[in-house]
């Protein structure tokens, strides 16, 4: 009796070691997020044991969560889903049923995943565009574009840059009844990157026509050269993105070649010729006096100018859209940018605001003090978070008023 209730015990402390995360003091559903984590740890765990064996790369493994969250296109009362193909990438497609008189808006959204995973169908996805399409009474096109490490950059940027061109068509328009002075793209994380680079690189494209009215990036990761920021210093073991989990899906996006991520992970992976790019995410310059907490700038430390050579997508700016002139940002739209005070990526977002505004962009930047890195993606049971409902229905209520 005695040797049970002490391995019961033992048992139950290892577990309660195992959940346990260190949680930032104002984040709520503390015990949920760590549940939440815990899960999230165990599948990295397993990916990581997975791929020294050589069973699956890692990247198959988190994919699993991709799997066990899909859930077929269902219409309901006020949204018909149907999942098809713009332009050959594969979408899911929300189409509000009211029979409204006028146009209807368009949204165009790319989902998150560190350009590794994820997808249209899995659930979260599933009910933020349903809601989107229903709350707006607008058409939205969520892609399931193709991912690393079967796929690397450009192509996850050039499927979804297809599928916003194909959708941009006035005869396309038109079938769908969207007015074409209504449209926008958004994302989240790798999505919200996605979204960033989408609306860049339409602004110099001849063969597009349709003009986006607005851009919404929730949390986007929006540069390559600096994973020292403050936010990364800070959140390198924050639950849902740590820092080698970001590392691994960045040098996932452009190569599987180790010697990347390597690179990555000591922040010398810039070479010394890209040594002018920095400017532009100058954390120093760029983040207001409360973010930058009395962390020290230190000048970047360059590293060989073979990756450079090797994977010159890294630099590209259709992978970092922080690296562009000012010049290039001038004709964006309407911007909306949440950051989440305990992400790594929280100063992406808040450079980029910074950048926006000084070439004269109108941006909403929502920064939630009691947020963390993919809050938004957390509102379907059962790992649905208040706070995950309050950033999406802020996010919508903002499309609602703007688009
Ligand atoms: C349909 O829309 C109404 C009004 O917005 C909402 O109350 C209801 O929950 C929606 N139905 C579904 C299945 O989402
Ligand atoms: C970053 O900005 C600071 C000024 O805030 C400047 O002293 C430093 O030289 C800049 N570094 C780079 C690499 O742009």
Redesign the pocket.
């Known amino acids: 009796m005695g040797t049970k209730a002490l391995c019961l015990f033992v048992a139950s402390a290892l577990v309660a070691y195992y959940i346990y995360t260190p949680i930032p003091e104002n984040i709520e559903e503390r015990w949920k997020l760590m549940l939440i984590n815990a899960v999230f740890r165990t599948v990295g765990h397993l990916a990581e044991f997975a791929e020294q064996l050589g069973l699956m790369h890692y990247m198959e493994v988190l994919m699993l969560i991709t799997a066990a969250e899909y859930v077929p296109p269902t219409s ?4 018909t889903v149907t999942d098809t193909e713009f332009s050959n990438v594969p979408v899911r497609l929300y189409l509000p049923r009211e029979q409204s008189s006028g146009l209807k808006r368009g949204m165009v959204y790319f989902h998150g995943g560190g350009w590794c995973i994820g997808g249209a169908g899995m659930k979260p996805y599933d009910l933020l565009s ?2 989107t399409s ?2 707006l009474n607008a058409v939205v096109v969520s892609v399931s574009y193709r991912l690393a490490p079967k796929y690397h950059f450009p192509v996850q940027f050039e499927d979804v840059y297809a599928v916003t061109k194909f959708f941009l068509q006035s005869s396309v328009l038109s079938q769908y009844g969207v007015d074409p002075n209504r449209i926008g793209v958004a994302g989240d994380s790798a999505g919200g990157n996605l979204a960033a680079a989408v609306a860049q690189q339409l602004l110099d494209d001849l063969e597009v026509k349709t003009k986006l009215k607005v851009q919404a990036l929730l949390y986007p990761a929006l540069q390559t050269l600096d994973l020292n920021s403050p936010s990364y210093r800070e959140n390198e073991n924050t639950p849902i993105l740590s820092k080698p989990l970001m590392v691994r899906f960045l040098s996932e996006y452009f190569t599987t070649d180790s010697s990347l991520r390597e690179a990555m992970a000591s922040n010398r992976h810039v070479p010394a010729e890209s040594s002018h790019l920095f400017q532009f995410v100058n954390w120093s310059k760029l983040l207001p006096e409360e973010l930058k907490k009395g962390h020290v700038y230190t000048s970047p430390v360059y590293g060989s100018s073979n990756l450079g050579k090797k994977y010159p997508g890294f630099l590209d700016p259709r992978a970092a859209p922080l690296l562009v002139e000012d010049a290039k940002l001038r004709g964006l739209p309407l911007t909306y940018v949440l950051t989440c005070e305990h992400d790594l990526l929280r100063d992406d977002g808040v450079m980029y605001v910074s950048r926006l505004r000084e070439a004269g962009v109108k941006v909403t930047h929502n920064h939630a003090k009691d947020a963390f890195h993919g809050a938004v993606a957390f509102i379907s049971s059962p790992t649905d978070l208040a706070l995950g409902h309050r950033l999406s229905n802020q996010y919508i209520k903002w499309l609602n008023d703007n688009l």
């Open positions: 309901d009362e006020n949204v349903r809601q229903n709350q």
